[in-house]
């Protein structure tokens, strides 16, 4: 445990006691100093308090941080595009088929994994040493996420999230000729009733909507579209296109039979924007399309 005090300022009178913390420590978040609180390791003149005790001046505030646990995950060297790197958070341009989170079947092969080995500057997120990974994207979908290095980005880029200030933008290939230049698919999304494994449209989910605009037309039986999540729900674009009758080429989960083989849904996201959540600048980034969607991409439009 590391030790820690400071004597409250006029100027801090009545101020929350959690809130003041934030603000006199700077690299730890809300959530994490609450954790604080609930291990009683914040004293006020010598005693326990709770979180939202206002600060008298010249209270003598003592507390104690804990050292960060690392994660009960193998570090393993697998190779990963880093696309951006600074001290508080990475843009990772992940590659279809690899997974973000380990679990059962995927242990030390994933993203986490990858990361543990490459980034020896992680602290901790919720008192463990691990990467913070903001939003995911699905085994066999390829493109942008970003990771936070320590709590402070990642609740941060998480609040973004939560109000709709990341951007994040898909580029997809799907069965069928889409009459529409543009569109929107307002539907909310769940577990499947019929199948727990899978994602449905149903009136018990929640809120999700996928912007479409058609990039290419091809030959009348597939289009290229471009996808922007307005909202982050689980297989989303794959749900919703699903839904409005044109899934995904290649999707194993919610395409058509008969499709074309591209090792998983053709599916990738390719722009990714934010606000640094320590430097408060705008970030922007953009991934070309990785080789194995262009090939098929372009076979389908020498091939039919």
């Known amino acids: 445990m590391s030790e820690f005090s400071y004597v409250v300022k006029t100027s801090d009178q009545g101020t929350r006691i959690d809130k003041l913390l934030v603000d006199i420590t700077e690299d730890y978040s809300r959530s994490q100093i609450k954790t604080w609180f609930d291990k009683n390791l914040v004293l006020v003149n010598g005693k326990t308090v709770k979180q939202n005790y206002k600060c008298q001046t010249e209270d003598q505030i003592e507390w104690q941080v804990p050292e960060v646990e690392p994660l009960d995950v193998v570090a393993k060297d697998i190779p990963i595009d880093i696309v951006y790197e600074d001290e508080d958070i990475l843009v990772i341009n992940k590659k279809s088929g690899m997974v973000v989170h380990p679990a059962a079947g995927h242990q030390e092969d994933t993203l986490v994994n ?101 990039i290419e037309r091809l030959h009348g039986k597939f289009t290229f579209v471009k996808c922007v999540l307005e909202t982050g729900r689980t297989h989303q674009i794959r749900v919703h296109m699903k839904y409005i009758g044109y899934p995904l080429v290649g999707d194993p989960k919610y395409g058509q039979r008969k499709t074309i083989d591209v090792d998983g849904q053709a599916l990738h996201a390719y722009h990714l924007s934010f606000e640094h959540p320590v430097k408060q600048e705008q970030m922007e980034f953009e991934a070309p399309l990785p080789d194995k969607f262009a090939k098929v991409l372009e076979n389908i439009r020498k091939s039919y």
């Open 114 to 214: 990858a990361l543990l080995f490459h980034c020896d500057d992680l602290s901790g997120i919720n008192g463990v040493k691990r990467p913070g990974i903001v939003h995911r994207i699905d085994k066999d979908t390829s493109g942008l996420l970003v990771v936070a290095k320590h709590d402070v980005a990642h609740e941060r880029l998480a609040e973004q999230l939560k109000e709709k200030k990341i951007k994040r933008a898909y580029k997809a290939i799907v069965h069928g000729d889409i009459p529409h230049e543009y569109g929107s698919i307002d539907a909310p999304i769940g577990r499947s009733e019929k199948n727990r494994q899978l994602m449905d449209v149903t009136e018990k989910g929640k809120d999700a909507v996928t912007h479409f605009e058609v």
